[in-house]
């Protein structure tokens, strides 16, 4: 179903004919521009143009209508005003035209009216596929195709590459088009979307997915229409091993609202976007920069599923540099085998032979060294990825063609690693590199921050196929929120766990409930209309005794009046109290864009001040889930750090997986689930939800 939506865009992206409606003379007008660069460029299909006061427009003939095009365009570009664009967009429906590019502004970006018009002429469309409306347009350079009206091309057309830019903003696509073709990198291919009334980004993505030209996707997202979409268009990429490297913007809330203002999208919470590109092995861009960098580094093909980096360097602090990114970013320098660093001395013995490896300017005054070196680092420390740091020298004309033998040489016999270098050359100089098959830096921080996203894009590669986790036990959501013991209860079906518990009407009942479990114990308001106990002071906490039990019961009947003089009081919760374990917090939220999110992470100070926390798409299994677990940033008080017992992580996964497949099960009813603490016990000693709030809608 996916393949079939995707492919639906060849006629929109690689047409045999195009018209163009409201075609203008004047190369310069929004009208005139896709016609002069497709002329320009020799688009390889017929082009129509459509005005009613010209015969001729740009050397070629024009039709006064639609009606009178002599064949029905595979897509048709849109320059018209906007309620002329409305039944611009009926008469190509009825003609038969696969897909209009609708240039025209003033629709849902605008205001209520413009958005009444947008739907309008989506309803106008039928089954005809629309870009736009409010896009510049998109370009593929293969075909000499360019139905857009940027003024970008005025300083240069597009280079021949494998790299496709997929672009909500036009003017931002365009501009990425730019730098890229600045820095002599090919994105043959960019499409811009505007409005997403019908076509999103996300389509575009997976039409390039299924494109055997395209290589590399950048994207560029503003809001997110259509998550299901999404997710089958980056599924369909990394099947295809195609990396998908995106910026998508609005993560501020002045963001966010820029972004509704600006292509009337919709930014769902960035925690949440960023768990999902994960998911799918998509490299999230910081910047424009990152982003071309990326894209760059991945037309070389080779994307390693256990990255390592192993760096030679003529500079110690250069290494150390590249060392400390490496070390943010998560991507291992292991050191070099100590026979080999033995042998390196004994070439050079003041070179710093671990890793990074030193070989210090010595090596310059010997280029054979540099070879010897490098054949080291790549045949017996094994790195994936390796970058060497040599600076001017490198782009030294005296230096240069001998130390190209050397390094060409060892990636002869090695074509499999990932090879980048970190000089400073002259343009041409930089270009034959390139043509040895070398990345080429001159910031090493940069070489490193792309040299790891080749690596996570290869363990995206090589990610198995999760299996489906196995169902919850069938069961059927109350009407409206239940109350604590009650959602426990629901929440018990579907295997999760909760302390010892009773609900008690009465502090008769609370002392036999606390006299059962054993001394202390705790107590909490029960009520289905008090989400929030400890705000009115609802949870009582090691209650040692009877008598306090009896007091306890009193008090907090009395609390829950006095704040919430109209909630239902169903009596009292009285639990055992745990002691020991990890405070922990997991939960579900049903995101608009997504569905249904798990969360987990430490409770207290962890979840409240530093937000370690992290998301995960409903369902998955147990190995997803304790994958979750363990990439907290606070995951070593899990784990056993400094002494601690080690806490049952497998009971917490089992736990978090049993509560992505409820949410999963209970569909849109189900707003969220908090759990909030979870006590993670000794290993072997389970997981216990001590609180538990469903929020339903009814």
Not at 68 to 90: I, K, N, Q, R, T
Not at 240 to 258: D, T
């Given at each position: 179903?996916?393949?079939?939506?995707?492919?639906?865009?060849?006629?929109?992206?690689?047409?045999?004919?195009?018209?163009?409606?409201?075609?203008?003379?004047?190369?310069?007008?929004?009208?005139?521009?896709?016609?002069?660069?497709?002329?320009?460029?020799?688009?390889?299909?017929?082009?129509?143009?459509?005005?009613?006061?010209?015969?001729?427009?740009?050397?070629?003939?024009?039709?006064?209508?639609?009606?009178?095009?002599?064949?029905?365009?595979?897509?048709?570009?849109?320059?018209?005003?906007?309620?002329?664009?409305?039944?611009?967009?009926?008469?190509?429906?009825?003609?038969?035209?696969?897909?209009?590019?609708?240039?025209?502004?003033?629709?849902?970006?605008?205001?209520?009216?413009?958005?009444?018009?947008?739907?309008?002429?989506?309803?106008?469309?039928?089954?005809?596929?629309?870009?736009?409306?409010?896009?510049?347009?998109?370009?593929?350079?293969?075909?000499?195709?360019?139905?857009?009206?940027?003024?970008?091309?005025?300083?240069?057309?597009?280079?021949?590459?494998?790299?496709?830019?997929a672009s909500q903003s036009g003017a931002y696509g365009t501009h990425l088009f730019a730098i890229a073709r600045n820095r002599r990198i090919g994105t043959p291919l960019c499409v811009t979307t505007g409005n997403e009334a019908d076509v999103t980004v996300a389509d575009v993505i997976g039409w390039m997915a299924e494109?055997?030209?395209?290589?590399?996707?950048?994207?560029?997202?503003?809001?997110?229409?259509?998550?299901?979409?999404?997710?089958?268009?980056?599924?369909?990429?990394?099947?295809?091993?195609?990396?998908?490297?995106?910026?998508?913007?609005?993560?501020?809330?002045?963001?966010?609202?820029?972004?509704?203002?600006?292509?009337?999208?919709?930014?769902?919470?960035?925690?949440?976007?960023?768990?999902?590109?994960?998911?799918?092995?998509?490299?999230?861009?910081?910047?424009?920069?990152?982003?071309?960098?990326?894209?760059?580094?991945?037309?070389?093909?080779?994307?390693?599923?256990?990255?390592?980096?192993?760096?030679?360097?003529?500079?110690?602090?250069?290494?150390?540099?590249?060392?400390?990114?490496?070390?943010?970013?998560?991507?291992?320098?292991?050191?070099?085998?100590?026979?080999?660093?033995?042998?390196?001395?004994?070439?050079?013995?003041?070179?710093?032979?671990?890793?990074?490896?030193?070989?210090?300017?010595?090596?310059?005054?010997?280029?054979?060294?540099?070879?010897?070196?490098?054949?080291?680092?790549?045949?017996?420390?094994?790195?994936?990825?390796?970058?060497?740091?040599?600076?001017?020298?490198?782009?030294?004309?005296?230096?240069?063609?001998?130390?190209?033998?050397?390094?060409?040489?060892?990636?002869?016999?090695?074509?499999?690693?990932?090879?980048?270098?970190?000089?400073?050359?002259?343009?041409?100089?930089?270009a034959e590199y390139e043509s040895d098959g070398y990345l080429v830096f001159e910031d090493p921080t940069r070489a490193t921050v792309a040299l790891h996203a080749m690596g996570r894009f290869g363990e995206a590669f090589a990610r198995l196929a999760e299996t489906a986790p196995d169902a919850v036990p069938a069961f059927?959501?109350?009407?409206?929120?239940?109350?604590?013991?009650?959602?426990?209860?629901?929440?018990?079906?579907?295997?999760?766990?909760?302390?010892?518990?009773?609900?008690?009407?009465?502090?008769?009942?609370?002392?036999?409930?606390?006299?059962?479990?054993?001394?202390?114990?705790?107590?909490?308001?029960?009520?289905?209309?008090?989400?929030?106990?400890?705000?009115?002071?609802?949870?009582?906490?090691?209650?040692?005794?009877?008598?306090?039990?009896?007091?306890?019961?009193?008090?907090?009947?009395?609390?829950?009046?006095?704040?919430?003089?109209?909630?239902?009081?169903?009596?009292?919760?009285?639990?055992?109290?745990?002691?020991?374990?990890?405070?922990?917090?997991?939960?579900?939220?049903?995101?608009?864009?997504?569905?249904?999110?798990?969360?987990?992470?430490?409770?207290?100070?962890?979840?409240?001040?530093?937000?370690?926390?992290?998301?995960?798409?409903?369902?998955?299994?147990?190995?997803?889930?304790?994958?979750?677990?363990?990439?907290?940033?606070?995951?070593?008080?899990?784990?056993?750090?400094?002494?601690?017992?080690?806490?049952?992580?497998?009971?917490?996964?089992?736990?978090?997986?049993?509560?992505?497949?409820?949410?999963?099960?209970?569909?849109?009813?189900?707003?969220?689930?908090?759990?909030?603490?979870?006590?993670?016990?000794?290993?072997?000693?389970?997981?216990?939800?001590?609180?538990?709030?469903?929020?339903?809608?009814?």
């Amino acid at each position: 179903m996916a393949a079939s939506r995707f492919s639906a865009l060849t006629p929109l992206l690689a047409p045999r004919s195009v018209a163009v409606i409201g075609a203008s003379s004047d190369p310069r007008r929004i009208g005139g521009r896709p016609l002069a660069y497709m002329i320009e460029r020799g688009f390889t299909g017929s082009i129509l143009p459509v005005n009613p006061n010209r015969d001729r427009v740009q050397g070629l003939a024009a039709y006064p209508d639609i009606a009178s095009l002599p064949e029905v365009p595979d897509v048709a570009v849109v320059a018209v005003s906007a309620a002329d664009a409305v039944a611009a967009v009926a008469a190509l429906a009825r003609a038969g035209t696969k897909g209009a590019i609708v240039l025209t502004a003033g629709f849902a970006e605008v205001d209520a009216a413009g958005a009444t018009l947008q739907a309008a002429m989506v309803q106008a469309a039928g089954e005809m596929r629309l870009f736009g409306p409010n896009c510049l347009g998109l370009f593929n350079a293969r075909i000499g195709f360019f139905p857009i009206f940027s003024s970008s091309f005025e300083s240069g057309w597009p280079l021949p590459g494998v790299i496709g830019i997929a672009s909500q903003s036009g003017a931002y696509g365009t501009h990425l088009f730019a730098i890229a073709r600045n820095r002599r990198i090919g994105t043959p291919l960019c499409v811009t979307t505007g409005n997403e009334a019908d076509v999103t980004v996300a389509d575009v993505i997976g039409w390039m997915a299924e494109d055997s030209a395209t290589e590399v996707i950048c994207a560029y997202s503003e809001g997110i229409r259509n998550g299901t979409r999404l997710m089958a268009a980056l599924e369909a990429a990394r099947a295809a091993r195609k990396p998908v490297v995106m910026m998508k913007v609005g993560r501020s809330a002045l963001g966010r609202a820029a972004a509704q203002s600006h292509t009337a999208s919709i930014a769902g919470d960035d925690a949440v976007t960023d768990a999902v590109l994960a998911e799918f092995g998509v490299v999230r861009a910081r910047n424009t920069e990152e982003l071309i960098d990326i894209a760059y580094a991945a037309t070389r093909r080779i994307y390693p599923a256990r990255n390592t980096l192993g760096v030679i360097t003529v500079s110690g602090g250069a290494g150390v540099l590249i060392s400390d990114v490496a070390e943010t970013l998560g991507l291992p320098m292991p050191p070099m085998p100590e026979a080999a660093q033995a042998a390196l001395r004994a070439l050079v013995p003041f070179a710093a032979p671990a890793n990074p490896v030193d070989c210090t300017a010595q090596a310059f005054n010997d280029m054979s060294l540099v070879g010897r070196f490098t054949e080291s680092m790549v045949a017996d420390g094994g790195y994936a990825s390796v970058l060497a740091f040599f600076t001017q020298v490198g782009g030294a004309p005296s230096v240069a063609p001998r130390l190209r033998a050397e390094l060409n040489a060892v990636k002869a016999r090695h074509p499999d690693r990932l090879y980048a270098l970190s000089v400073i050359a002259p343009p041409e100089m930089v270009a034959e590199y390139e043509s040895d098959g070398y990345l080429v830096f001159e910031d090493p921080t940069r070489a490193t921050v792309a040299l790891h996203a080749m690596g996570r894009f290869g363990e995206a590669f090589a990610r198995l196929a999760e299996t489906a986790p196995d169902a919850v036990p069938a069961f059927v959501l109350p009407a409206s929120t239940p109350s604590e013991a009650e959602a426990k209860a629901l929440l018990g079906r579907a295997g999760i766990a909760a302390p010892p518990e009773r609900a008690c009407a009465s502090a008769d009942a609370a002392v036999a409930a606390a006299r059962s479990f054993g001394f202390p114990v705790v107590m909490k308001i029960l009520s289905p209309d008090i989400v929030h106990k400890t705000e009115i002071g609802g949870v009582l906490l090691g209650v040692a005794d009877e008598a306090a039990v009896q007091d306890g019961f009193v008090t907090l009947l009395g609390r829950a009046r006095a704040a919430a003089p109209g909630a239902r009081i169903e009596g009292v919760l009285v639990a055992r109290q745990l002691s020991g374990g990890v405070e922990c917090i997991m939960g579900m939220v049903r995101d608009p864009v997504f569905g249904p999110m798990a969360m987990f992470g430490l409770g207290g100070i962890f979840v409240e001040v530093l937000r370690d926390v992290v998301f995960r798409r409903c369902p998955f299994g147990v190995a997803a889930a304790e994958a979750m677990i363990r990439s907290i940033r606070a995951a070593r008080l899990l784990t056993g750090a400094r002494g601690r017992e080690a806490a049952d992580i497998r009971a917490l996964a089992e736990m978090l997986s049993r509560l992505s497949v409820f949410a999963h099960q209970a569909g849109p009813a189900l707003v969220s689930i908090d759990l909030n603490p979870v006590f993670a016990m000794a290993a072997g000693e389970g997981a216990f939800a001590a609180d538990a709030v469903v929020e339903i809608v009814g």
